[in-house]
């Protein structure tokens, strides 16, 4: 018989097939599909896109002072950014095949495809690259860190956790000693199949 958390693991993927679909769907509406991870639009909608485009200094113009001033800010970020990229790849190239766990697949996470949109400008496709690999890169991070978490220590804490990685609900509970020796090793073997959490 399920668990009250299996139970609810098992309605979370039937919610994540049904957001799937409907994203499905909503790019029929958009018209446009990704074949062979890129995007293909209908005949006629790149065109549109490009009338819809805000030129270059119009952008600018509308564009608070404030907002150019922190742009340095922001775009210093890209070093630290860089740096977190080498090393929790390189981290995973020399630690994922010592502890059997299956790579993460750094292209799964880091997607950089909304500067080909014809309705955006230089600047709006650039910071749109800069986005989808920042946040990319934290996707990215945060599986190499969930996974680890998941060989070395699967326990759930005490407290809620705000916005847990996918495999934590698959941790056995806090202060389950006896669950903990019992389902250690399937947790590493989920790992090594390819990654994730049972149910994952």
């Not at 759930?156 to 090793?185: C, E, I, M, S, T």
């Amino acid at each position: 018989m399920a668990t009250p958390i299996e139970r609810v693991l098992e309605r979370l993927h039937e919610v994540q097939a049904e957001l799937e679909a409907a994203f499905d769907a909503r790019r029929a509406e958009l018209r446009y599909q990704v074949r062979r991870r890129r995007v293909v639009f209908e005949a006629g909608v790149r065109a549109q896109h490009r009338a819809a485009r805000v030129k270059l200094g119009d952008f600018l113009a509308r564009t608070r002072p404030g907002v150019v001033l922190v742009a340095p800010i922001i775009y210093a970020l890209i070093i630290p950014l860089a740096l977190l990229d080498l090393f929790v790849t390189l981290y995973q190239a020399i630690c994922f095949p010592v502890y059997g766990i299956a790579r993460v697949r750094r292209r799964d996470h880091i997607v950089i495809d909304r500067h080909m949109l014809a309705y955006l400008n230089g600047i709006q496709k650039l910071n749109c690259v800069y986005c989808g690999y920042g946040n990319g890169l934290l996707s990215y991070a945060r599986e190499i860190a969930g996974r680890t978490e998941q060989y070395w220590c699967p326990i759930k804490h005490a407290r809620r956790v705000a916005g847990a990685h996918a495999n934590y609900p698959a941790f056995v509970d806090y202060g389950d000693a006896k669950a903990f020796h019992a389902q250690l090793d399937a947790l590493r073997e989920h790992l090594r199949q390819g990654g994730g959490a049972p149910g994952a």
